[in-house]
T-cell receptor, first 117, second 113 residues
Framework: DTGVSQNPRHKITKRGQNVTFRCDPI?????LYWYRQTLGQGPEFLTY????????KSRLLSDRFSAERPKGSFSTLEIQRTEQGDSAMYLC???????????????FGPGTRLLVL | GQQVMQIPQYQHVQEGEDFTTYCNSS?????IQWYKQRPGGHPVFLIQ?????EVKKQKRLTFQFGEAKKNSSLHITATQTTDVGTYFC?????????????FGKGTKLSVKP
């Protein structure tokens, strides 16, 4: 399967614990995005990388959140001191930068569903 | 700030009926993308529209991009139970750097057999 993969698919944790999610993008894609989706809402942008550089972070991304893409391939998203409000689906997407005004298609992974008790 | 709005939020149809969802942006978009998310699934890319007034068809699905590039629609002819899911439109976020998308809240379609 050459699509975007995410691990784990589900995570249940207690408030205050740290969690880390992993995303493996489509291999030739240089852009990687993290989104968060809650029930009844569309995905909300969190951050994105072009190769290993983190180019943008949303205001939604508090100091408790950190993302890395150390070798420009897979990425990790860590949430420290989780809160109940962090419960959501965390989606990763990747794309090939098109250059110019029209962006490459973003392909989403299956997501990691986080429940903070 | 920049917003992408979709109506209706929910649509219930009898199998065989047509379905349309509408997407409106607060800003002019260079392109608009449509995604489908099945219950329990993740967003799956359907199409990207780029040109003003563009119309694209995929079997029973017809996508339109408005002349002013601020609105779009998705029309499904003769719905089937396999069409069930939430349909999202998304446009580039001009407040940030290139690449990230602003999604609408989606239109959830249910189809009664």
């Amino acid at each position: 399967d050459t699509g975007v993969s995410q691990n784990p698919r589900h995570k249940i944790t207690k408030r205050g614990q740290n969690v880390t999610f992993r995303c493996d993008p489509i291999s030739e894609h240089n852009r990687l995005y993290w989104y968060r989706q809650t029930l009844g809402q569309g995905p909300e942008f969190l951050t994105y990388f072009q190769n290993e550089a983190q180019l943008e972070k949303s205001r939604l991304l508090s100091d408790r959140f950190s993302a890395e893409r150390p070798k420009g391939s897979f990425s990790t998203l860590e949430i420290q001191r989780t809160e109940q409000g962090d419960s959501a689906m965390y989606l990763c997407a990747s794309s090939l930068a098109a250059g110019g005004p029209v962006e490459g298609t973003q392909y989403f992974g299956p997501g990691t569903r986080l429940l903070v008790l | 700030g920049q917003q992408v709005m979709q109506i209706p939020q929910y649509q219930h149809v009898q199998e065989g009926e047509d379905f349309t969802t509408y997407c409106n942006s607060s800003t002019t978009l260079s392109n608009i993308q449509w995604y489908k998310q099945r219950p329990g699934g993740h967003p799956v890319f359907l199409i990207q529209l780029v040109k003003s007034g563009e119309v694209k068809k995929q079997k029973r699905l017809t996508f339109q991009f408005g002349e002013a590039k601020k609105n779009s629609s998705l029309h499904i002819t003769a719905t089937q139970t396999t069409d069930v899911g939430t349909y999202f439109c998304a446009g580039p976020n001009y407040g940030g750097s290139q690449g990230n998308l602003i999604f609408g809240k989606g239109t959830k379609l249910s189809v009664k057999p």
